[in-house]
């Protein structure tokens, strides 16, 4: 029972969607608010008067809605290609791609959704090689990496057995909410009482089942929409049914070493990590709820009355799915990245990540490629509550430089924004409790919890994650590079780091259930939070200067 009970509870967590009207646009106020909001309206009332320019914005990830109402107006299209006539106008070797590229579909007009995690595709790989291995015959090498494969099998052995634990659980939760569904109608009936929760928590019985009932009653109908106990069966159902397919895509493809939708659907040569000219222009691709709502925090149009504010005021949306529902390819990142900086993109956003990296110098290579043209990248920390400097969340901004079997000081990217994700919250609870955090891999944080933004077919919903935070670094960046377009990307970053609003608290530390604080400094290379305001006062005084004088205001 407990551990129904619990399995129950992280389903309540993970399927939980904010809903609160008066955060809706958190993320923007300012810290004076109440709120670590980046003063979006601040800022612009400090530019008003001041020209600017048009920036491209490439959204990395599973998609963009390139018809919404919201982004119709401001998504980039490609001056060379003339729309649906099947040619490569523009000679880039990509044919119609008016909004951008998608990397993970096929010639025929298919896209992957489904794909497995990198783990698996790695214990895939050799698994045929070291499964039945003798250790005591391998030669140095194989040795080393017969090592890390035990360690990527169980892994995946480890996942497949929690997806099928957590499936079988299923139905015992079910049949349980069922019965404290059931236990806390039959005492309102007992009183005569309408199914609110008011009612609810003035039951005074403390039946255990009863008091299940009240919990699941407080989390579903906070929520609204649910007025009956037939309505909060209705809601339990389908969130079961949802987990249940998450845990069962775990099985049939996440954790599947056999599944391969890379041979059947974009048919590249998946072994040459340099070939480039493969997929197809469907930006949007089967889910682009991700994506959609990324590209809504970088610059929804702003004041139109519809939806919800974007952070910057002039952008175009490069929309490059490389994302599926699973782990991205590092060819497909590459792809994306220099696709990006050869079509104009100043600012790439980058909200995915891994635990591992299956070619990390062709990832590198465009890394490197998009700091010598000037572009700016950020990227998402992740969301697993992790140390990023003891845990790699890739891709990283951090390359090996080699010289025959020599390697050198390890070198990154002066162009490169790595960002954890702020809550709502103030005091102890500044952090969000999924953020990944590090000293000296995560440069700074920003909003990144309850975040309204747009979805495809013109909807709009709260998500929380990294996901969220980094493209409101993103869309800072943007107003930057719009207003101050002499800034070098290097410099857009500077000025980032050094206009944060230093947060001088003891926070929780996400993933330590010690209940220890520690001090927010400790958790990045900055210390602070993202503030437009200060980076926007800051730009002006950095105009034809090289170095940047830190200049900002305590929350």
């Known amino acids: 029972m407990k551990l129904v009970l619990k399995t129950f509870a992280l389903l309540l967590l993970t399927s939980s969607i904010f809903a609160q009207e008066d955060l809706k646009d958190w993320f923007h106020k ?21 020209s600017n320019q048009s920036v491209i914005v490439a959204i990395i990830d599973s998609g963009v809605d390139a018809e919404h109402e919201d982004l119709a107006d401001i998504m980039w299209v490609n001056p060379g290609e003339i729309a649906d006539n099947g040619i490569d106008d523009d000679n880039n070797g990509y044919i119609d791609d008016i909004h951008g590229w998608n990397f993970i579909g096929g010639p025929n007009g298919m896209n992957v959704g489904p794909d497995t995690y990198e783990v698996t595709r790695l214990y895939g790989k050799y698994k045929y090689k070291f499964e039945n291995a003798n250790p005591a015959l391998l030669n140095k090498e194989d040795k080393k990496l017969y090592e890390q494969f035990l360690v990527w099998q169980e892994e995946v052995t480890k996942q497949r057995a929690r997806a099928e634990n957590a499936l079988k ?11 404290a569904i ?14 609110t929760l008011e009612n609810i928590n003035k039951i005074t019985n403390e039946d255990q089942m009863v008091a299940i009932g009240k919990n699941i009653a407080n989390d579903f109908m906070s929520r609204g929409g649910i007025e009956s106990a037939d309505d909060m069966r209705g809601a339990l159902k389908e969130a079961l049914a949802e987990d249940a397919k998450r845990q069962q895509d775990k099985l049939d493809y996440a954790y599947n070493p056999d599944f391969d939708p890379r041979s059947t659907i974009v048919k590249d040569n998946y072994s040459n990590s340099k070939q480039s000219v493969y997929g197809n222009n469907d930006i949007e691709g089967p889910d682009a709820l991700h994506g959609t709502h990324v590209a809504g925090i970088v610059a929804a149009i702003r004041n139109n009355d519809v939806g919800m ?21 590092d060819k497909d990142v590459a792809n994306a990245i220099r696709y990006a900086v050869d079509n104009g993109a100043s600012i790439i956003n980058m909200s995915f990540g891994k635990g591992y990296s299956w070619d990390k110098k062709v990832v590198d290579d465009a890394v490197k490629y998009a700091t010598k043209k000037d572009v700016l990248l950020v990227h998402a920390a992740g969301n697993s509550a992790q140390d990023n400097d003891v845990t790699g969340n890739f891709p990283v901004n951090e390359y090996d430089k080699s010289c025959g079997i020599l390697w050198w000081k390890k070198k990154e990217s002066k162009n490169w924004i790595e960002v954890g994700a ?4 103030s005091g102890e609870d500044a952090v969000a409790t999924f953020s990944n955090y590090g000293q000296k891999s995560v440069d700074i944080f920003a909003p990144g919890v309850q975040i309204y933004s747009t979805l495809p077919d013109d909807q709009y919903r709260y998500l ?10 993103a869309g800072v960046a943007a107003v930057l590079r719009s207003y101050f377009p002499a800034l ?28 220890d604080l520690v001090n927010f400094k400790t958790l990045s290379i900055q210390g602070g939070a993202i503030n437009l305001y200060n980076a926007v006062q ?3 005084l950095t105009k034809g200067k090289k170095k940047v004088k830190k200049k900002s205001t305590s929350a």
Not at 31 to 38: F, H, I, N
Not at 494 to 513: C, F, N, Q, R, Y
């Open 309 to 329: 504010n974007g952070i910057a005021n002039n952008v175009r949306i490069m929309s490059i799915r490389t994302v599926p529902d699973g782990d991205e390819r």
């Open 169 to 179: 659980e299923v139905s015992g939760i079910e049949t349980t909410v069922m019965a």
């Open 488 to 515: 070098k990307a290097s410099q857009v970053k500077e000025i980032i780091m050094k206009s944060a609003t230093p947060v001088d608290l003891m926070v929780k530390k996400p993933g330590d259930k010690s209940g």
């Open 464 to 473: 929380q994650g990294t996901s969220m935070a980094s493209p409101v670094v």
């Open 30 to 50: 300012d810290p004076s608010e109440g709120y670590m909001g980046v003063s979006t309206e601040k800022a612009y009332e400090a530019l008003e008067g001041k």
């Open 422 to 425: 702020l809550s709502y919250k």
């Open 538 to 540: 800051m730009a002006k």
């Open 182 to 195: 059931d236990a806390i109608s039959n005492e309102l009936t007992k009183d005569s009482l309408d199914f």
